[in-house]
């Protein structure tokens, strides 16, 4: 009897270790299937001058993006990618007005009006080395194109003036122990569709725990950026974005500042500020900086207040802005110039 026992005993321990093995070999599985998603995000928004016209004559801060008058639309944003075990692609498609002005310099291809603001492939050729080719955003600054990544809805001019993005090749590395770093040879900045020049850019990028260090030379200018943030507790965020650009020759150049202080007052709302000083000499040029006096020098300091309130996946933002220039670059209400602008906006921004 004792044998009979033991061998069913055997039997359903045997059993039970067949059925955990494929158990586990079905979930091995089922976490390597490639895996193929389609998300993005929706926006608009409501923008009004407190301390100048609005309408017909209308001013706005010399920062990319929110700057239409009253209720305005920002862009519907489409991502499909496929994440396979090596490989993998990511189509990035921006339809509307931010859209638009983010990828202001590829003109040629689309009878509609350009949308790709991202299109790549990549291969995990190691699990310390990827390698990405074709059109992705730039790597430099601590804003991004997308309003789902930014916490301020407007944007800051070290964002407007930088790079938004590049075609090329690209090397990621993981170097452990928190570092990595990148390598990139791509066409001149914003030119993504081709590049019809000649020339080409080179970038690079240390990384150690959260903080960047980036670098960019494209047709004859040189960008360094800092790029990070701090949790300075379990509510209070730092981020920081510092960069000078140069051009030679006498071409221009710019430097800036920004902090991010944001605290995180419940699970749903967050209240934070982007103080940012910028200045301009001689930009690029013939093309006048912010805030430019007859020899193109000039600056501006910008305070921006915001609060980020989620409701499930949709993100609501009120926000007001100061911005002071070294020039009287702005109009009053009596539409005299000044040298200062106080604005106020909302925006809806809902991702899927």
């Known amino acids: 009897m004792k044998t009979i026992i033991n061998t069913k005993f055997a039997k359903k321990i045997l059993f039970a270790a067949l059925a955990i093995v494929s158990v586990q070999g079905f979930s091995q599985e089922e976490e390597e299937k490639p895996k193929f998603e389609f998300t993005g995000s929706v926006d608009a928004y409501y923008r009004s001058n407190i301390t100048a016209p609005n309408g017909e004559d209308a001013i706005a801060p010399e920062s990319s993006f929110a700057n239409l008058d009253g209720f305005a ?19 990035d498609l921006v339809f509307g007005p931010r859209g638009t002005d983010a990828i202001f310099a590829s003109p040629m291809y689309s009878a509609t009006g350009d949308i790709v603001n991202q299109l790549y492939v990549y291969w995990n050729v190691s699990d310390a080395v990827t390698l990405t080719f074709g059109n992705f955003n730039t790597f430099l600054g601590y804003e991004v194109i997308s309003p789902v990544a930014n916490f301020n809805y407007s944007t800051s001019y070290l964002f407007s003036y930088g790079p938004f993005s590049h075609t090329g090749l690209k090397a990621d590395f993981d170097l452990g122990n928190e570092w990595s770093a990148m390598l990139a040879v791509m066409n001149p900045t914003d030119l993504t569709e081709l590049n019809g020049t000649g020339d080409y850019a080179v970038g690079a990028q240390l990384g150690y725990s959260g ?9 004859g200018g040189f960008e360094i950026d800092y790029t990070g943030g701090f949790d300075l507790s379990e509510e209070f965020f730092l981020g920081i974005n510092a960069a000078h650009f140069s051009q030679e020759d006498d071409g221009g150049s710019f430097t800036g500042v920004a902090l ?13 500020l982007r103080g940012e000083y910028f200045m301009t000499g001689d930009f690029f040029g013939d093309i006048a900086g912010i805030g430019s006096d007859v020899d193109g020098d000039g600056s501006v300091l910008a305070l921006t207040l915001t609060g980020s309130a989620t409701i499930g996946d949709l993100i609501l933002k009120p926000e007001i802005r100061l911005d002071s220039s070294s020039e009287d670059v702005f109009i009053d209400n009596d539409r005299e110039a000044t040298g200062s602008l106080a604005s106020v906006l909302f925006a809806a921004i809902y991702s899927f």
């Open 73 to 91: 639309l920002g862009m519907a944003n489409v991502i499909a990618s496929y994440e396979g075990e090596k490989v993998g692609f990511v189509g």
């Open 260 to 272: 991010y202080p944001q605290y995180k007052t419940s699970d749903t709302f967050t209240i934070g």
């Open 211 to 219: 903080q960047f260090l980036n670098l960019l030379y494209s047709q």
